[in-house]
């Protein structure tokens, strides 16, 4: 048995490690990889004596050590910040030890935050900077206002250098419904310095990003010019936007594409329970979990792969950023079809990801809410690696990496049981307070990326 899963293996890395270059099929590093945790670390087992009513009353089975799953594999989590106040989303965190947070914006006073004890958040970098006139456009009300005030942060992000940007999809959530972003003006990416003052805003013109594009999260490579690469999740319009950080210029790569786009028919489950889409609407009707497109992303750390991977569905996504840097024009006609071409799969998941973070020895760390868990790609084998796995994870969200001055390297990551919410559960609200900030010990340290 264990010698035919260890021939399959081989062979399923041989295959990925052929796609991707050169080096021979022999070359494949023993199982586990270095800086794998021991197995009684890994394997999420236990054996106990069952309760009497479970064994018939039967003294013989009652002696019986069964297997069973304990949830748990690898280092302890520890809870660092308790959420009782909004609904969170991202977290990033700057060598200091500032944890930055943001929420999605309904009727939210805020939607980005500094944390400022282990239960409270105060706006940042202001309360004013938080507070657009209106949501809504009076004379256009179903599209959000064009503003220079953030309307609904989904993601916040710290730069190698330590900058905090916040990405603002421009579409707030009123009355149930999300509104259309007004463009350009409402989406925005702003990066702030750690004091709070703003160095950057860049708007996208809306051939790049439209009424309907849903700009999710963004990650940063700050070498030459300096690039941002940001997922547009929308159903309509799934696909990569690339920035020039140098000259602000934007565009599109992957629009529809198979590799961002919903797999079809996809059903995730939770705490084993499968989750539907059904939202409280008429005529409450419950459909796939398939609205959601590509999310969550990474940069490898030498910056040549950005990895991606749509929320409705179990698969993991690269492409190489050489291609994503060329700006399809006049001058390059051939180059949305050469960064189609350039998509490589990385392969099955085992759980739908909703975010990806990358550290300093390679490693692409992908949630797992299928399992409560945190797993992570290893480029050099091509195989997923448990990392961490505790019952308390309920729907690890963003993932952030930190070294910190202070010392220790920690992965940061939110838990805000989002399957949970009234879209998934006929208008109920399953969710309980307070949401959860967890981080966990790593080897590797950030990756700059400067
Ligand atoms: C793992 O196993 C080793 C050797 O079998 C043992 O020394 C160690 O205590 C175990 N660790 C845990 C966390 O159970
Ligand atoms: C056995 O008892 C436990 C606790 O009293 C209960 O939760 C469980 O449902 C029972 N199992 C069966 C098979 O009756
Ligand atoms: C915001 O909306 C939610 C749900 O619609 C509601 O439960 C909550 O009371 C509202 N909060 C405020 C401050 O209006
Ligand atoms: C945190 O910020 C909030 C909002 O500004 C404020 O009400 C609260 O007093 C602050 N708490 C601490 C401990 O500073
Ligand atoms: C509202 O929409 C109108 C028409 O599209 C536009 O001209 C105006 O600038 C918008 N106002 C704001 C505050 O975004
Ligand atoms: C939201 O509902 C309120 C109360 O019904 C209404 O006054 C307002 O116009 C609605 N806003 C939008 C953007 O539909
Ligand atoms: C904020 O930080 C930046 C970068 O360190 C610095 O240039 C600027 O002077 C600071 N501004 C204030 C108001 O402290
Ligand atoms: C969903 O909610 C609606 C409205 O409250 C209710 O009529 C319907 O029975 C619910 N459906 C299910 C499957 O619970």
């Known amino acids: 048995m264990r010698s035919s899963l260890t021939l399959l293996t081989l062979a399923t890395v041989a295959v990925a490690v052929a796609a991707q270059d050169t080096s021979s099929v022999f070359d494949f590093p023993e199982y586990p990889p270095p800086l794998t945790p ?60 500032s944890v930055f947070t943001c929420f999605p914006r309904g009727n939210e006073t805020f939607t980005l935050a500094k944390l400022n004890s282990s239960t409270t958040e105060a706006p940042f970098p202001s309360e004013d900077a938080n507070t657009p006139p209106s949501f809504a456009n009076k004379s256009n009300p179903t599209f959000s206002i064009a503003t220079d005030k953030l309307i609904f942060v989904q993601s916040v992000v710290v730069d190698g250098r ?14 149930g419904t999300m509104l259309l972003a007004a463009t350009p003006g409402g989406p925005k990416l ?65 629009d529809g594409h ?3 786009s919903p797999q079809a028919g996809f059903i995730p489950f939770h705490n084993g329970i499968p989750t ?63 960064a189609q071409q350039a998509v490589q799969s990385m392969g099955d998941t085992g759980s739908h990801a909703d975010g990806l973070e990358t550290d300093d020895q390679g490693f692409i760390y992908l949630s797992a809410p299928e399992h409560n868990a945190i797993n992570r790609f290893n480029p050099k084998t091509g195989m997923i690696e448990p990392f961490v796995r505790d019952p308390a994870i309920q729907w690890p969200d963003t993932l952030s990496v930190v070294s910190l001055q202070s010392g220790g390297n920690f992965l940061y990551f939110t838990a805000n049981q989002l399957w949970l919410s009234p879209d998934y559960q006929n208008g109920t609200d399953l969710r309980t307070k307070p949401y959860a900030m967890f981080r966990v010990p790593i080897e590797g340290g950030r990756a700059n990326q400067t």
Request: hydrophobic letters at 40%; glycine letters at 8%; zero cysteines.
């Open 258 to 260: 198979p590799s961002v």
């Open 162 to 175: 330590d900058r905090v940007w916040a990405l603002d999809t421009g579409r707030p959530r009123i009355n």
């Open 190 to 254: 702003v990066g702030y310095e750690l004091n709070g003052t703003t160095f950057a805003t860049i708007t996208f013109p809306d051939s790049v990003v439209a009424a309907d594009s849903s700009l999710n999260d963004v990650r940063f490579d700050l070498r030459g010019d300096g690039f941002a690469y940001i997922s547009d999740s929308s159903m309509q319009r799934p696909g990569i936007v690339v920035v020039n950080l140098k000259t602000g210029e934007s565009w599109r790569h992957l």
């Open 38 to 97: 021991p197995p009684n670390q890994t394997i999420a087992d236990g054996v106990a004596l069952l309760p009497a009513n479970e064994t018939n009353n039967d003294p013989a089975l009652s002696q019986a050590q069964i297997h069973f799953d304990t949830g748990r594999f690898g280092p302890s989590i520890e809870l660092v910040h308790a959420y009782f106040n909004f609904w969170p989303t991202g977290v990033a965190v700057s060598s200091d030890g």
């Open 276 to 338: 539907y889409l059904h939202p409280p609407t008429p005529p409450n009707a419950i459909t796939f979990f398939n609205r959601f497109a590509v999310d969550a992303i990474a940069l490898s750390d030498d910056g040549e792969f950005l990895y991606y991977a749509p929320l409705a569905g179990r698969q993991l996504w690269r492409v190489p950023t050489s291609v994503l840097k060329v700006q399809p024009s006049s001058t390059n006609p051939g180059a949305a079809v050469l």
